[in-house]
């Protein structure tokens, strides 16, 4: 066997897989926490990591140091701006942990470094020369720039790992130290990934390539499980699911994609190399075994389940198990409508009858449930009489009425009355044979059980839906536990650094929907406080703080469209207090939709400053 190639073609699948990890895991958190500026900020970082597997994966089977060169310059735009994202990183747990901000000017200098020395890159020979090296793997000659720039992203990391540290040391509980110490093991994994070693040394010819091979699959493998572990902690930041239900979703998450994909590359290379051996056209076998390893790493997920929920649950793995039981032994109206409809034409059937209903009893009246074969209004049933039909069926006898028997279902004891089955009248009259009515007795008594236990589910329900709003409220101060100096700080929703999102989504829903009634801003002490004026309509009383937060924006003196102090107020109130369109709201200020975006951002911020100045107003005044 050929060492250096099998060793090869490890390594571009490994490559391959922690691409693939780091796409996955972006567009997890895009979807589960787009809310939270921890995620955004770390998604950043994964694209850098993205751009530069992509662009080695490229690599892998080029056809001459021309093309090379030109990926190995595209490569240094997921390079040049880690550092940038990293600041950025570091700035968005500082102040979800701290409550520390970073000078503005920071980002604005990171980024235009990170421009720059992309520029730099792709179009001049200052960070990189175009003097390609094949030894080991391709690879360029670092210029002038290259050291300074080195040291500037070696500084940049070291200073993050730093400030991980000692966020880790300002957090007072056993879970918020684990989890940011994940972020401090994990850290240092886009740097690991992104950066360009060999351009420092080059592969020193004495070496054997075995061993930078052996080197890449070593580091692509840490690579990985330290990005899924920093994604794993990124995850809780901007939730309020509990940790049971994050912990559970993204571990099958990764399993069903990343793992997935890593294992059928696995089997195509495998498929690959043994295809020459048997004699087989190239693919024959590699998609065979590509399709195997798909369906069965599905398969897998799935019969490893109850071992996965006992990892993650642990000593709530007993209850989980019983509320996922219950969740699926739950019946819903649907259900039940659709087995007594089964139910009802097994009867019919039976009796040799051409049609037949069921109806249930509710609060002393009947009510039209199902119906087989039958033309029959529920205005009609209500002339039944309950006073036979709870005697009836007590000696096996019917009711006949209106040319149907009707067939009481009772509960269990046979006292109470649960709803009643009704078939038209055979031509063979009523007698029935033993196994025949035996027969009958049991699809009686399967109606009446599914009717019990509905009834029984519904007093669960009622029971169960007051609680929502607490369990609710719970989990989102559960989520927003911070950490400040020497003591925890409790539940502080203008704490949180999804302030502007949710100011955003109540804005958005401004005159009526999900974002606004069931938006976290509702918690806040101004807003109870206003909502005693709108006779305690907390909906009413956000409305009414939002508006008055707007009017704060407004600058002194007469109104003007395009002056570009107006504009944050404008953008606000004509855009989301009118609710007109943002093209139209664009053409009256005069400034494109790009812009206006823009322009919004930063006035949803300024907003939310204010609201936070107009809450310790109302708590100081509360006090």
């Known amino acids: 066997m050929d060492w250096l190639h099998f060793l090869s073609r490890a390594n571009d699948v490994l490559t391959a897989g922690v691409g693939a990890t780091a796409l996955a895991l972006a567009l997890y958190l895009l979807f589960y926490n787009r809310g939270s500026r921890v995620a955004q900020t770390f998604v950043g970082l994964l694209g850098c990591v993205i751009v530069v597997y992509l662009t080695d994966l490229l690599l892998t089977n080029i056809s001459g140091p021309d093309p090379a060169e030109a990926l190995l310059r595209i490569q240094w735009l997921g390079i040049a701006f880690t550092p940038p994202f990293y600041m950025e990183f570091v700035r968005a747990i500082r102040l979800s942990v701290l409550r520390d901000r970073f000078p503005g000017w920071l980002r604005q200098v990171g980024f235009g470094l990170g421009g720059l020395i992309t520029l730099l890159a792709l179009y001049t020979d200052l960070v990189v020369r175009g003097d390609i090296a094949a030894a080991g ?184 198990t019983r509320v996922q039981e219950l969740s699926q032994r739950l019946l819903t109206t649907a259900d039940v409508q659709q087995f007594l409809e089964n139910v009802l034409a097994a009867v019919c059937e039976l009796m040799r009858s051409s049609g037949g209903f069921l109806a249930i009893l509710e609060e002393g009246k009947l009510r039209w449930e199902v119906w087989c074969d039958l033309a029959m209004s529920e205005e009609e049933i209500a002339d039944i009489p309950l006073t036979e039909v709870t005697q009836a069926r007590k000696e096996g006898n019917f009711i006949e009425w209106d040319g149907y028997w009707i067939i009481p279902l009772r509960d269990k004891t046979g006292s109470d009355l649960l709803g009643m089955i009704g078939v038209r009248a055979p031509d063979t009259g009523p007698a029935l044979s033993e196994e025949r009515t035996e027969r009958l007795d049991q699809l009686l008594l399967q109606a009446s059980a599914a009717l019990a236990d509905r009834r029984l589910q519904q007093v669960v329900f009622d029971a169960f839906m007051p609680l929502l709003p607490e369990l609710r409220d719970i989990q989102m101060r559960g989520g927003m536990l911070r950490y400040d100096g020497d003591s925890v700080v409790g539940f502080s929703l203008v704490q949180s650094p999804e302030l502007p999102q949710w100011v955003h989504d109540a804005l958005a829903h401004y005159w009526g929907g999900p974002r606004l009634t069931g938006n976290p801003l509702l918690e806040l002490e101004v807003v109870r ?26 600058p002194e003196g007469e109104r003007k469209l395009t002056a570009p102090e107006w504009l944050l107020y404008n953008i606000l109130e004509m855009k989301f207090l009118r609710g007109q369109k943002v093209r139209q709201v664009a053409v009256r200020l005069a400034v494109s939709e790009s812009d206006l975006y823009r322009k919004q951002r930063i006035a949803i911020e300024n907003l939310a400053d204010i609201l936070i100045e107009m809450e310790r107003e109302a708590q100081g005044s509360s006090g």
């Open 137 to 320: 793997a391709y690879h360029m000659r670092p210029g002038m720039l290259f050291y300074p720039f080195a040291l500037f992203f070696s500084v940049v990391a070291l200073w993050g790992l730093r400030e991980m540290l000692f966020a880790r040391r300002r957090c007072h509980t056993r879970t918020a130290r684990r989890r940011m110490a994940y972020l401090s093991i994990g850290f240092v994994a886009p740097a690991m990934g992104v950066f360009p070693y060999l351009l420092l040394t080059g592969w020193p010819a004495g070496l054997p390539d075995a061993m930078l091979h052996m080197l890449l699959i070593t580091g692509n493998v840490a690579v990985g499980a330290m990005l899924a572990l920093v994604a794993y902690s990124v995850a809780f930041s901007g939730t309020l699911m509990p940790d049971r239900v994050i912990k559970h979703r993204m571990v099958r998450f990764l399993m069903r994609g990343p793992l997935a994909a890593i294992l059928a590359l696995i089997a195509f290379g495998v498929g690959r190399t043994i295809e020459p051996i048997l004699g087989l056209a190239d693919y024959t076998l590699a998609l065979v075994a590509l399709s195997v390893a798909i369906i069965l790493t599905q398969l897998g997920v799935e019969l490893l389940k109850p071992v996965i929920d006992l990892l993650l649950y642990r000593g709530g793995a007993f209850e989980v």
């Open 529 to 554: 406080q206003a909502a005693l004026e709108h006779q305690g309509n907390v909906v009413q009383g956000l409305r009414a703080v939002l508006a008055n937060a707007i009017e704060r924006l407004r």
